[in-house]
């Protein structure tokens, strides 16, 4: 990409490490701040694996890698960068700090966009100046494969500001989904964590093991999950009739208490013990590295394979190849 700007990215764990290896793979420069004494090493080994994912997903030249610098303050993350990216944890005491202190360093134009996975964009900009610039752009891991990040405005956010968060996403691969009413876990996490809920009620009640429960997806639903979501899948179900059909012939069973509704059960130490126990004798003794690698080819399959029909994150691969071939 010949002007890929320079990111400055706060966090560098899962998430932060997962986009700076989208930000360098896709040519620009990164500065990081991440506290960890390790972040260089977690760095490194992420953008190991990203780098071998993306040479083996696109059939287009690459762009010469960014160049990244581990920095000690915020301010030096975010000073004269083009675009800010949050990933530090979960906790809204310590993003609305962190976003403050990036927002009184970067220069006023500057997006900031925050990964969390569902504080609202408004309470994490309280204590922003500038609270016109906060977007929530809520990745996937790993974050330099999936190509969707949900983007949500919050009470005071700026159009501009959201559409400049979305224009850089897409220049690097991405397809953003713009959310546009704020609401606790988006869109993403509120469907994922039904399923989590009704995940973990099947091992607490010893229904199924997380094996189980993982097969009941990855081999039926899960598939289908990958290019037609929900809705387009259960239109197709309902057969010549459409959804009118289907809506009348599984409607009624809503009503069936087929699931545990928004019941949660207690996280005891038994059934944290239960599914630890479970998770390991499911994965043996793969450390986490070669998982996700394992991760990385099966989604580089998928998609190359959604790229031939090209629909789907396929279309959004075959679109980036495009980019990348213009760029030359
Ligand atoms: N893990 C996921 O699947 C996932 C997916 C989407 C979004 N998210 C969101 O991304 C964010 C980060 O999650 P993660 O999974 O990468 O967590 P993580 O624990 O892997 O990484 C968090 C990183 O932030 C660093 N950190 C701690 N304090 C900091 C500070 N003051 N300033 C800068 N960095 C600091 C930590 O050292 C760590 O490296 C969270 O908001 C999370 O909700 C996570």
Redo the contacts with the bound molecule.
């Keep these: 990409m010949a002007d890929a700007p320079t990111v400055g990215l706060?966090?560098?764990?899962?998430?932060?490490?997962g986009w700076a290896a989208r930000f360098l793979l896709g040519g620009a420069d990164v500065r990081l701040?991440?506290?960890?004494p390790q972040?260089e090493r977690?760095l490194t080994e992420i953008l190991t694996n990203a780098r071998a994912a993306w040479s083996s997903l696109y059939d287009a030249p690459l762009p010469p890698e960014g160049s990244w610098t581990i920095v000690g303050t915020?301010a030096e993350a975010v000073a004269e960068v083009d675009f800010v990216q949050e990933?530090?944890?979960?906790r809204l005491e310590?993003?609305q700090s962190?976003l403050a202190e990036a927002d009184a360093a970067a220069a006023a134009d500057v997006v900031i966009g925050?990964?969390?996975?569902?504080l609202l964009p408004t309470r994490l900009a309280a204590r922003m100046t500038h609270p016109e610039r906060l977007v929530v752009g809520?990745?996937?891991?790993p974050v330099y494969l999936l190509p969707l990040v949900e983007v949500c405005p919050g009470e005071r956010t700026a159009d501009w500001a959201v559409e400049r968060a979305k224009t850089v996403y897409a220049s690097f691969g991405m397809r953003p989904l713009h959310v546009r009413k704020e609401i606790d876990g988006f869109v993403a996490d509120r469907l994922l964590e039904a399923i989590w809920r009704e995940a973990l009620w099947l091992v607490n009640d010893g229904v199924a093991t997380v094996e189980e429960v993982d097969d009941a997806i990855r081999f039926g639903a899960g598939l289908r999950w990958s290019f037609m979501g929900t809705f387009q899948t259960y239109r197709i179900a309902g057969g010549e009739g459409g959804m009118r059909h289907f809506m009348a012939q599984f409607g009624p069973a809503l009503q069936w208490p087929w699931t545990k509704l928004m019941d949660v059960p207690e996280m005891t130490d038994d059934l944290l013990d239960r599914i630890a126990q479970q998770s390991d004798d499911q994965v043996g003794d793969i450390g986490v590295r070669d998982l996700e690698r394992l991760r990385d080819t099966c989604l580089v399959a998928v998609m190359q394979g959604l790229r031939s029909v090209p629909y789907a994150a396929g279309e959004v691969v075959s679109d980036y190849e495009q980019q990348l071939r213009a760029a030359r």
């Excluded at 809520?138 to 891991?141: D, E, G, I, V, Y």
């Design positions: 706060l966090g560098g764990g899962v998430i932060g490490g701040y991440d506290p960890d972040a977690k915020v990933s530090a944890p979960e310590l993003k962190l925050s990964s969390t996975s569902g809520h990745p996937f891991n």
